[in-house]
């Protein structure tokens, strides 16, 4: 209270606007909010860059991470020990990653997931190994038939049971298209969620691509209270950029929605990624409606 008092009284005998006072007082605060690393693609080119990336990203104050870059038992070609080792080094947590492994059209006919569960089991050891929390697939085409779409949930449920089993938790990524029809008869989104077991299978919602998909977020929350454990904060460029996105409701229902983590996802910049990573951060520390948690 009295450091905060100080810099008031600094500010003021400055002359300091309150914007200048805004932005001083938002240093004091900490919030916990991730970055989908998908969004620093372009920087993480190899080792030599990794770091460094990072570190940068905990400046501006990140304080998680969901990884976007596993193969062959590796994050970003670094081990999963490296890469947790990197990560907690530069300030920040592991939380979470995207990865996934489709079926096949064979195995989508036959509904034979077993070769498909091996690789699970391999990349949910080597998450373990890297502190993750959650896996998420981040993307499934839309069905042909209502047919395909529930032998994909029970695909779903077979690899969230399995992660379940060993400490980790599943879910799904949303982009636009699963609120098309399948058939013209179902949702596509809303069929996975009914048939899905909560247990096993939670959603990632993209704000962003939700409202593209002309959807509400605040309505599936209401509809679908609690299956959202985590959330993209997403906008069409850095957050808050475009008033696209009812970002004060969604934040407001989150509590109905189930979220316990959220990570900010840029896919373009309006001009630098690094200013447009800063801003988009920026913009959630200074609004009152974004909690310091979503954990608890």
Same mark, same amino acid.
């Given at each position: 209270?009295?450091?905060?008092?100080?810099l008031?009284?600094?500010?003021?005998?400055a002359?300091?606007?309150?914007?200048?006072?805004?932005?001083?007082?938002q240093?004091?605060?900490k919030?916990?909010?991730?970055l989908?690393?998908?969004?620093?693609? =372009?920087?993480i080119?190899?080792?030599?860059?990794?770091?460094?990336v @990072?570190?940068?990203?905990?400046?501006?104050g990140?304080t998680?991470?969901?990884?976007?870059? !596993?193969?062959?038992?590796?994050?970003?070609n670094?081990?999963?020990?490296? !890469?947790?080792?990197k990560?907690?080094?530069?300030?920040?947590k592991?939380?979470s =990653?995207h990865?996934?492994?489709?079926? =096949?059209?064979?195995e @989508?006919?036959?509904?034979?997931?077993?070769?498909?569960?091996?690789?699970?089991s391999?990349?949910?050891?080597?998450?373990?190994?890297?502190?993750?929390?959650?896996?998420v %697939?981040?993307?499934?085409?839309?069905?042909k %038939?209502?047919?395909?779409l529930?032998t994909?949930?029970?695909y779903l449920?077979?690899?969230?049971? @399995?992660?379940r089993?060993?400490?980790?938790?599943?879910?799904?990524?949303?982009?636009?298209?699963?609120?098309?029809?399948v058939?013209?008869?179902?949702?596509?989104l809303?069929?996975?969620?009914?048939?899905?077991n909560?247990q096993?299978v939670?959603?990632e919602?993209d704000?962003?691509?939700?409202v593209?998909?002309?959807?509400?977020?605040?309505?599936?929350f209401?509809?679908?209270?609690?299956?959202?454990?985590?959330?993209?904060?997403?906008?069409?460029?850095?957050?808050g950029?475009?008033?696209?996105?009812?970002?004060?409701?969604?934040f407001k229902?989150a509590? %109905?929605?189930?979220?316990?983590?959220?990570?900010?996802?840029?896919?373009?910049? =309006?001009v630098?990624?690094e200013?447009?990573?800063?801003?988009?951060?920026?913009?959630l520390?200074a609004?009152?409606?974004?909690?310091?948690?979503?954990?608890?």
């Open positions: 209270m009295k450091k905060l008092k100080f008031v009284a600094v500010l003021l005998m002359g300091s606007s309150l914007t200048g006072f805004d932005s001083v007082a240093t004091l605060k919030k916990d909010i991730g989908q690393l998908y969004s620093v693609r =372009s920087l080119k190899n080792d030599a860059d990794y770091f460094p @990072l570190k940068k990203l905990s400046a501006m990140y998680a991470v969901e990884a976007a870059g !596993f193969s062959d038992g590796k994050f970003y670094n081990s999963p020990q490296d !890469f947790k080792s990560v907690e080094k530069a300030g920040m592991v939380v =990653s990865a996934t492994r489709n079926l =096949s059209n064979e @989508l006919a036959s509904g034979d997931f077993s070769k498909a569960l091996e690789w699970w391999k990349a949910i050891e080597a998450h373990k190994a890297a502190g993750m929390q959650y896996i %697939t981040p993307w499934m085409e839309v069905p %038939t209502i047919k395909d529930d994909q949930c029970k449920n077979e690899v969230g049971k @399995l992660c089993q060993n400490g980790l938790k599943y879910g799904y990524h949303n982009h636009a298209h699963e609120f098309q029809k058939e013209d008869k179902v949702i596509m809303d069929y996975m969620i009914e048939h899905t909560p096993d939670f959603f919602m704000v962003y691509w939700t593209i998909g002309r959807s509400s977020p605040v309505d599936y209401n509809k679908y209270p609690g299956r959202f454990t985590a959330l993209h904060i997403k906008d069409r460029r850095e957050i950029q475009s008033g696209m996105v009812g970002f004060d409701a969604i229902n509590k %109905t929605a189930g979220v316990k983590h959220i990570f900010v996802e840029l896919e373009e910049v =309006s630098d990624l200013k447009g990573l800063k801003e988009s951060i920026d913009y520390l609004a009152p409606y974004v909690q310091a948690s979503y954990a608890k």
